[in-house]
């Protein structure tokens, strides 16, 4: 039976700082002004990252692009599948396994709400798991998922080879994916709907990030992004989150952001600010702490196994409380 340990994503390792990934020469390769998909400095081919398109169980692929629950395209990935259909039955019953875009998912409903979209811009998609929901629950909008395509939590995959490797298997005609680091969006004027999660902490220059997409929102285009906070609280000890903490002071070169501070670099960039609230207070921290303690635990699979519902509802819990402070940022605004 396949458990949290083995389908919840490991750590990387730490390394050096880095926030694009660099072409052939060693420097970071500036986009023009969204190309369309046939433009071939668009690396959108699957081809071009050796990728191989295995396809999965027909019926799951109905079941995933009909219902579009979040993070169902999880039982594509490579640690999932090498479960064989238990791993991926997992993923069905319980979910996705990452307690971030579990939470977050409540989040970009809660944004996007009933209103319909023509462009939407996922910035810093990772692997693709709210592009994919995002394109299936908005068919008439076109959807632009666009990364750095680095390894992060997956180890053996980098990110784009996923997102790749799942829409050639769901091949959603509204989504495209493109290599891009979010510091050389060039795009004015073209979508109305951007969202970003838990990217900018990994990006030095993330004022500058805010600027890209401010001046990529059309008029009245919406912007939903969430960010942890500077300073972090703990409830357990700190043996529970050590080597998240290792991890995070390596790659969270871009943390250093209070609500008081980020509204005020979005207000100046010109930024209409329409909500503005804490994540992660009490519930949410402990789901955290206590995840990433069993991350690191010697204890049986099978209490690995029961503890991601609990988990989840601790963080479910977390989403529905009006929080007076928190370790994340989260703010809507409009251009």
Known sequence: MPTPANLIPQRKPAREPAVGRPNDSGE???ESDLPDSTDPGLESDPSRHGVQLK????ALDRLVVRFARLGFTDIYHDRVRKHGLL?????????????????????????????????????????????????????????????????????EENTLEICHRVQGILQLPNLEFRKLDLRELEAADTFDFVYCFDVLEHIRENKQVLANVYRALSKDGQFLLRI????????????????????AKVEHVGQHYEMDTLLA?????????????????????????????????????????????LLKLLRWI??????????????????
């Open 28 to 30: 970071y390769k500036a």
């Open 318 to 335: 977390d989403t529905q409380a009006k929080l007076k402070e928190g370790d994340g940022l989260l703010v809507l605004c409009q251009k």
């Open 55 to 58: 396809r999965c169980s027909t």
């Open 87 to 155: 791993g991926q039955l997992y993923v069905l019953l319980v979910g996705t396994p990452h307690l971030g875009s579990f939470a977050n998912g409540f989040y970009l409903r809660r944004a996007m709400g009933r209103r319909q979209f023509s462009s939407i811009l996922d910035a810093g998609c990772g692997d693709g798991t709210f592009s994919f929901y995002v394109a299936r629950r908005c068919p008439n909008a076109r959807v632009l998922g666009v990364d750095v395509g680095e390894q992060g939590l997956h180890g």
């Open 265 to 309: 670099d979005l207000k100046e960039i010109g930024y209409q600010v329409i909500s503005a609230q804490y994540s992660v207070g009490f519930w949410g921290r402990l789901s955290f702490e206590l995840l990433e303690g069993l991350r690191t635990s010697r204890l049986p699979e099978v209490v690995q196994f029961g503890a991601m519902p």
């Open 228 to 247: 942890p906070t500077r300073a972090q609280k703990r409830i357990l000890p700190k043996r529970f989150t050590a080597e998240h903490e290792k991890w």
